[in-house]
């Protein structure tokens, strides 16, 4: 009897073991998460691009206010990704903060579309004959900047979440990732970003303009509904990882623990027994700069650290690691803070937009090139040149050296800024021609007649921000995951992220101040809604000025910064040049593929 139990005990095992049960995650659900993203961004950048003409004509608003609402949109939709990364890690974990964001995001996108839609939402059109135009009431302005509140709120949850969703479902039983597969998704997540913002800025805006708003706000409504509904079909598939603690919360531990230890005197020795570390911890004792942080891994008494050998209490008691941690990030600062101006220069295409639209843009006689399609000059010369510069200058160089070349990091920061005050400089010049020809031609109060004068000398100015992008902005983070430690990596890819909210905030900093000194005395403002009575030439002027300013600014942070890790790393071992090159990140991201796993 007992032997027939053990018969069907172990036949009932071997049939467990013949019928697995499936492995969550895998390539199956890359296309929902890739989807979801890109679907995500096609209807976010399709709205932004032509939103200032919607602000001016349908809701009355200056050049200057309606610029400034957007700058702070931007900055906001910028910055949530920061929140979104903090809730994911530490709360909510990828999958929900990822569908909370496309469920809010389309609840923001259908709310835009119906201030199209439903006539009350806006105030009604102007009289032509009495030039009156009615201003929005305050209902109105709260629908409106709800639906744009909602829309970044919903970039914050899927932006920061989908590469690391992503990345998380190509995971192996021993949690290691295979390598060749990640590069594969990698390669397909960048090129839907870039396919995503190339459709919106040629296909969502060409609706705007030629069909109209309740069209070119009804597509992303749909489009952003699909990436919602694509994204959840899916959710028995994914593999779900739960939040763990949040590297926002370590920093922050460091700034309390040192701020309530700021009495405490420093051990007489710098010896290991003094410090708190982990025990696996290559670093026993913190460096001596920003020595005051140093008080927060001091151990005031053995009984703060637990027979696992953590801390009982974070809050009172951290590690070397979390202390160096913050060192790495504070120092990196001043040079993160000369990116900001790269970013309020290249956040000028409200202006660019309203150049555009007085300009002439056909290339035949029955096709025109939609206003804020123009951005695209810019996006396509950066892909070109990341391309070539990865695929063929440097194999070049190298082989006529006989060696690795790359250009350093921060050599191509440099250029960067470089390229974006060249680019303010020629943005100036080609105003002041545009402008001086709208007068010639007698269009001084007509703000809304067509030159006779191409479009197309936009293009300069869009390529040299298109370049300066590439190589600052590209070349910033690949700095950030150069310098910063590995368990940073989040954070160094927030830090750009961060950099454009700020910008896009000083943006709306300086149109406002520069619109109220240039107005007073009843003067018309330079950066008037009339672009023909104003003086947006000048303001140009104003942010080269600042972009100059900001180079010198940059060269004395490169200065004070010193060499860079790889740098330091090549001095140390000249023996081995061949392969601390190898060792060095690639300009396309091959560092952030590493530290995204």
């Not at 492995?23 to 995500?40: D, H, R, V």
């Not at 961004?41 to 004509?57: C, E, F, P, R, T």
């Not at 396919?195 to 009804?218: E, R, S």
């Not at 060249?422 to 067509?450: D, P, Q, T």
Request: aromatic share 10%.
């Amino acid at each position: 009897m007992e032997d027939k139990v053990e018969n069907s005990s172990d036949q009932r095992e071997m049939g467990s073991q013949e019928i697995p049960r499936r492995q969550k995650g895998g390539l199956i659900t890359i296309p929902f998460i890739i989807a979801n993203e890109a679907f995500e961004k096609i209807a976010s950048y399709g709205l932004v691009s032509n939103m200032i003409l919607y602000l001016i004509k349908n809701y009355h608003m200056s050049v200057a206010k309606g610029t400034s609402v957007i700058f702070i949109w931007t900055a906001a939709t910028s910055f949530m990704p920061l929140l979104g990364a903090f809730l994911s890690d530490s709360y909510l974990g990828r999958f929900l903060t990822i569908g909370f964001g496309s469920i809010t995001s389309l609840l923001g996108i259908v709310l835009l579309w119906l201030t199209a839609m439903v006539p009350e939402s806006k105030p009604p059109p102007c009289i032509p004959s009495s030039q009156s135009c009615r201003s929005p009431t305050p209902a109105q302005l709260t629908h409106l900047f709800s639906s744009l509140a909602l829309i970044s709120i919903g970039a914050g949850g899927v932006r920061p979440c989908s590469i690391a969703f992503g990345a998380d479902q190509l995971e192996r039983r021993d949690n290691s990732k295979p390598q060749g597969i990640l590069e594969s998704f990698f390669g397909w997540y960048y090129a839907s970003s870039f396919l995503a913002v190339l459709i919106a800025l040629t296909g969502i805006v060409y609706l705007q303009d030629h069909i109209g708003w309740k069209v070119g706000f009804g597509v992303p409504a749909v489009l952003m509904f699909v990436a919602t509904i694509v994204f959840f079909i899916a959710s028995p598939l994914y593999l779900k990882k739960k939040p763990k603690k949040s590297l926002f919360t370590g920093l922050a531990q460091v700034i309390v623990v040192s701020y309530r230890n700021r009495n405490l005197s420093f051990p007489s020795t710098n010896s290991r027994e003094h410090y708190h570390h982990n025990e696996d911890s290559k670093i026993v004792v913190p460096s001596d700069k920003l020595r005051f942080l140093n008080k927060a891994c001091i151990i005031r008494n053995p009984e703060d650290i637990g027979p696992d050998g953590l801390a009982v209490d974070p809050w009172r008691l951290c590690t070397i690691e979390q202390v160096e941690e913050l060192k790495a990030l504070i120092k990196v600062l001043p040079l993160w803070s000369t990116g900001i101006m790269l970013s309020i220069t290249a956040s000028q295409s409200s202006f660019i937009l309203l150049q555009a639209s007085s300009m002439n843009r056909h290339i035949s006689q029955r096709f025109q090139i939609p206003a804020a399609s123009f951005a695209t000059f810019g996006l396509i010369i950066m892909v070109i040149w990341v391309i070539l510069y990865d695929r063929v200058i440097l194999p070049l160089a190298s082989k006529i050296k006989g060696k690795p070349v790359q250009l350093n990091v921060k050599l191509r920061m440099g250029i960067g800024l470089f390229l974006s005050w060249m680019a303010m400089v020629v943005s100036a010049i080609i105003e002041s021609i545009r402008r001086g020809k709208a007068i010639h031609e007698g269009y001084l109060n007509n703000a809304s007649a067509v030159l006779d004068m191409s479009a197309m000398w936009l293009v300069p100015q869009y390529c040299l921000l298109g370049l300066a992008e590439a190589f600052t902005a590209i070349g910033q983070t690949e700095f950030f995951y150069t310098e910063l430690p590995k368990s940073l990596s989040s954070i160094a890819a927030s830090l750009f992220g961060l950099g454009m909210a700020v910008a896009n905030l000083l943006s709306t900093v300086v149109v406002s101040i520069v619109n109220d000194l240039t107005s007073r005395g009843g003067k018309e403002s330079w950066v008037s809604s009339n672009i023909n009575k104003g003086h947006y030439d000048y303001y140009y002027w104003v942010l080269a000025v600042m972009s100059f300013i900001n180079l010198l600014y940059f060269l004395l942070c490169s200065w004070a910064y010193g060499p860079c890790g790889e740098q330091v790393t090549k001095v140390r071992d000249t023996g081995n040049d061949s392969k601390k090159e190898e060792a060095l990140p690639n300009l396309v991201g091959i560092r952030l593929k590493e530290d995204e796993k």
